[in-house]
């Protein structure tokens, strides 16, 4: 199933953001135009005026059964999380509550090998004894630059491990 790239969102969310909220009709109309343009075959929509949703809006099928797609259907968000998450992480940069330079360790609560794996997506305890985790800052992490792969039962022994070392170091030094 394809998926209304990024921009489309990004443009729905900023013009949200800075102009009245949407007619039903308007979104109606913005979303068959988007899922035309990138040949989507589901796409939800979520106004949030003033920190409310104030509409949701859902137009096609979800699946290759052609079964509709719905308010409430849960949808892996993968790198559509990315833009709102770079924007809290400038946010808390603006607030001077992070440091992009600093490692993510001066954060945690416990160092990250000592997480359990509640959700089978990273298998951080795979880290124990691999100190180099400690040199990720929420700088490196947003770009896709900490050296992990995507999923960790990707690799032959499905734990976690860092790759590319020295891409690290350059990061680090920026």
Known sequence: MAAAPPGVIALLCLQAAHAAVPTKATLDTEAARAMQATQAKGLAIAVIDEGKVVRVRSYGVRNAAGDPLRTDTIMYGASLTKAVFAYTVMQRVEEKKLDLDKSIGDYLVKPLPEYADKDAYAHWP?????????????HILPAHSAGFANFYFVEPDEKLHLHRERSLEILRHQ
Do not use: I, Q, Y
């Not at 795979?126 to 929420?138: C, N």
């Open 126 to 138: 795979s880290l124990a004894g691999d100190e180099r985790w400690r040199a990720m800052t929420p």
